[in-house]
């Protein structure tokens, strides 16, 4: 698709067709006609550096004569500079059926760089062969650095190597997607010096060492995301100063240490994602200061610490709340509650003690909630219709001292998996006689029948025992014990 200071070729075409019954031939501005020509230089470059990439079978200039024009390349996009139209974007895989997709044997063709008003480059499913690894070229992207907005490699596995050092030459970089690729190696601190960034992926690679303390000099920077990698060593406490960050994720890597106090500047953050580390030191109080947050995953870290005396109600926006596996202790706190807006709470597989907040039903919102794993202990106060809205998103199986009510369920099926059933209360009194005596201790009581013997003589003390039973299902002999006085 072709575009004119904002407006489709296709837009314009339409338009002129309509006008041109009405008032001659069709002129946008007073310059730039629909029929602008394209330099045969750029056009040669454009045709050579597809063909690197599609196979030599494809002969771009009898298939598309005018490729800024009424011969468009899907995934090709084109703007007027000064009369001329000139390649801004393209894009390459099988993303449509009628998509440029790569060769077998594709390569990088020197022809690209040649293209000087590129914008966006992108390639989709392009470089899939490992048994034809390909890497990224070294120096040629220094001929983009003065136009090159956005960058993405995506889900090319047979793309290898390391991040080139020459992309720190994208001072108008905004975009850099490099996602489920084969690279490697470290992060490069000259990253940081892209400081138009507003988007830094590169998820779902084979990274390797730490995370870039020069990466705080993003402030533009709106998505980070490093997650599925093999970084390692601690959080850098540069993360804090990213104040425009909506989205950080750091999932899935080898991280080490503690969560940085810093992490509460982050206040337009909406998803923090750093499960699946080795990261230590318990939850820093500021990370309940997150007021924007609407995902907050910490699951299978073994932080530690304590849950209960954070200010969980802060967090007035999220959604999700992880934090399985993460050795937890302390009770949930009853403020976790006050949150109207969650939806899923994840305690399990932690040392939770105490009771479970009976509030925790009243949430709006709430569609799963897993405390299964933990140490919880007592009657389960929720209502039969929580049970049946949740169903198996309810978990609380695995911690042996809770149970629930039998009688506060009337459909079997609605019972919490895996959760005993409270037993019911049974009342023993206790009497002790002395001749005519009697001493008197009284338990609960709630009678329903009773079982008591008199003394077979008098000068024996006698133990009475009187049992008030409520449906305990009791069977077996019951054994009546005296001694002489």
């Known amino acids: 698709m072709k575009r004119l200071k904002g ?7 339409t338009l002129c ?48 004569p005018d490729p800024c024009g009424w011969t468009p390349i899907q995934g090709v996009s084109c703007d007027l500079f000064n009369g001329f139209w000139y390649a801004t974007d393209i894009s390459i895989g099988p993303i449509h059926d009628n998509s440029l997709t790569c060769d077998k044997d594709v390569k990088f063709s020197s022809h690209l760089v040649a293209l000087s008003h590129l914008r966006s480059l992108s390639f989709f499913n392009c470089f899939v062969s490992k048994e034809h690894p390909v890497t990224m070229p070294i120096n040629e992207w220094e001929a983009m650095a003065g136009s090159l907005e956005s960058l993405e490699f995506r889900s090319n596995p047979g793309l290898v190597g390391g991040i080139p050092v020459s992309f720190r030459g994208f001072k108008r970089l905004q975009s850099l997607v490099l996602m489920e690729n084969g690279l490697t190696g470290e992060v490069p601190q000259s990253l940081g010096n892209l400081t138009d960034l507003k988007r830094l992926s590169l998820a779902g690679n084979s990274f390797t060492g730490g995370i870039p303390a020069s990466l705080g000099g993003l402030k533009q920077l709106l998505i980070l995301d490093m997650s599925r990698n093999s970084l390692s060593g601690e959080l850098p406490a540069s993360l804090g100063i990213l104040i425009s960050l909506l989205k950080l994720d750091l999932s899935s890597n080898q991280l080490t240490g503690s969560i940085p106090e810093g992490i509460g500047n982050l206040k337009n953050v909406t998803l923090l994602d750093m499960s699946n580390n080795g990261l230590t030191g318990g939850l820093p109080e500021s990370i309940t200061e997150l007021i924007a947050l609407q995902e907050l995953s910490l699951s299978n870290n073994p932080i530690g610490g304590e849950i209960t005396n954070l200010q969980w109600s802060n967090l007035r926006s999220i959604t999700a709340l992880g934090l399985s596996n993460t050795s937890l202790s302390g009770r949930i706190p009853e403020n976790i509650a006050e949150i109207k807006s969650l939806r899923f709470l994840g305690l399990n597989d932690n040392t939770l003690t105490g009771v479970i907040p009976q509030k925790l039903g009243d949430l709006p919102n709430i569609s799963a909630i897993y405390i299964q794993g ?8 929720f209502p039969e219709s929580f049970y049946g809205r949740l169903g198996q998103r309810f978990r609380a199986w695995g911690n042996p001292n809770l149970c629930f009510s039998p009688d506060s369920i009337q459909a079997p099926s609605n019972a919490p998996s895996g959760v005993k059933q409270c037993a019911r209360q049974g009342i023993i009194k206790y009497e002790t006689r002395i001749g005519n005596s009697s001493k008197h201790d009284d338990h609960q009581s709630s009678s329903a029948s ?36």
């Open 450 to 485: 009773s079982l008591s013997l008199l003394p077979p003589a008098p000068g024996f003390l006698f133990l009475v025992v009187q049992m008030y039973l409520l449906d305990l299902n009791i069977r077996g002999p019951v054994s009546i014990y005296w001694a002489r006085f």
């Open 7 to 13: 407006v489709s070729i296709s837009s314009i075409a």
């Open 374 to 381: 933990n140490n919880l202990t007592g009657e389960l106060r």
């Open 17 to 64: 067709i309509i006008i041109v019954g009405w008032s001659g031939p069709c002129v946008v501005g007073e310059d730039e006609e629909i029929s602008a020509p394209m330099k045969r230089t750029e056009k040669e470059a454009l045709y050579s550096a597809i063909q690197g990439f599609v196979g030599k079978w494809w002969n771009g200039s009898d298939l598309y």
